[in-house]
T-cell receptor, first 113, second 115 residues
């Protein structure tokens, strides 16, 4: 069965530090890849997505992610985090053009001022 | 962007009662909506796919008689937790797809507490 793994469950960083959150999926066919963010008390919102084309995807708020097909990975990065980036981040995939999202377990990011 | 709204955001009920949660797409029509359940410190688990005008498709292990889903219009899907028990306490989230973009928009979630 398809699955998504996020290996970092909790990450604590100081402001201005660089961020990389890992995401790996298990599926050999066509995938669409997503990163969602859930700020405290708010609903899930899309950070960025990859469907095809340039494997380096830029999203909102300075986030980017790189799709590496050979590694089945879609890691999220930000060169300099801010306190306002404190949130939970979810990696998700859909397979074979389905709308059915499969989520990773999430990573809680705490950015200390 | 497209907006999906859930109501109520919080509900507390007694064991044995039924609770209905609504999911509305406010500025677009959604032929397909999804219902998720989020467990504490865990990921979102897809419960079912709700299709307008037809029966919902439930994921393996989800009791369709307990979690009734109705998608009567292109802007509204409802999830009814029947004969709720404390173990049904959870955070329920809906999402709706916007046409062919492949993007899903999420509601704010509804926290159910069963006493």
């Amino acid at each position: 069965a398809q699955s998504v793994s996020q290996h970092n469950h909790h990450v604590i960083l100081s402001e201005a530090a660089s961020l990389e959150l890992g995401c790996n999926y298990s599926y050999g066919g066509t995938v669409n890849l997503f990163w969602y963010v859930q700020y405290p008390g708010q609903h899930l919102q899309l950070l960025l997505k990859y469907f095809s084309g340039d494997p380096l995807v830029k999203g909102i708020k300075g986030f980017e992610a790189e799709f590496i097909k050979s590694k089945f990975s879609f890691n999220l990065r930000k060169p300099s985090v801010q306190w306002s980036d404190t949130a939970e981040y979810f990696c998700a995939v859909t397979v074979d053009s389905s709308y059915k999202l499969i989520f990773g377990s999430g990573t809680r990011l705490l950015v200390r001022p | 962007g497209a907006v999906v709204s859930q109501h109520p955001s919080r509900v507390i009920c007694k064991s044995g009662t039924s609770v209905k949660i609504e999911c509305r797409s406010l500025d677009f029509q959604a032929t397909t909506m999804f219902w998720y359940r989020q467990f504490p410190k865990k990921s979102l688990m897809l419960m079912a796919t709700s299709n307008e005008g037809s029966k919902a498709t439930y994921e393996q292990g989800v009791e369709k008689d307990k979690f009734l889903i109705n998608h009567a219009s292109l802007t509204l899907s409802t999830l009814t937790v029947t004969s709720a028990h404390p173990e049904d306490s959870s955070f329920y989230i809906c999402s709706a797809s916007l046409g062919g973009t492949g993007e899903l928009f999420f509601g704010e979630g509804s926290r159910l507490t069963v006493l």
